[in-house]
Nanobody, 115 residues
Framework: QVQLVESGGGLVQAGGSLRLSCAVS????????MGWYRQAPGKQRELVAT???????NYADSVKGRFTISRDNAKKTVYLQMNSLKPEDTGVYYC?????????WGQGTQVTVSS
């Protein structure tokens, strides 16, 4: 049974930083493509950042230069370091793991950025 457990969300002032973590169990982590998505109230879920099994990264234009996705295969964990946070970064952040089209989601962690 695949499980993704996110942590690290919270309330932060604009300009601050947070680091999200997502621990994966139940399937081989090192071959999974991993990603972070977010959903703001009243909006659709959107891609924030992805990282392949070969450590190739991709970012939404809105977070480039501020967010960094990384993975630790030994710990079976993917991270999202978020710096220079803005109020528009507020939302529920979801971790995604994909094994060649078999995708799984975490339960989400709330990030709130106050102005």
């Amino acid at each position: 049974q695949v499980q993704l457990v996110e942590s690290g969300g919270g309330l932060v002032q604009a300009g601050g930083s947070l680091r999200l973590s997502c621990a994966v169990s139940g399937r081989s982590f090192m071959i999974a493509a991993m990603g972070w998505y977010r959903q703001a109230p009243g909006k659709q879920r959107e891609l924030v950042a992805t990282i392949t099994s070969g450590n190739k990264t991709n970012y939404a234009d809105s977070v480039k230069g501020r967010f960094t996705i990384s993975r630790d295969n030994a710990k079976k964990t993917v991270y999202l370091q978020m710096n220079s946070l803005k109020p528009e970064d507020t939302g529920v952040y979801y971790c995604n793991a994909d094994w060649w089209g078999a995708a799984y989601w975490g339960q989400g962690t709330q990030v709130t950025v106050s102005s």
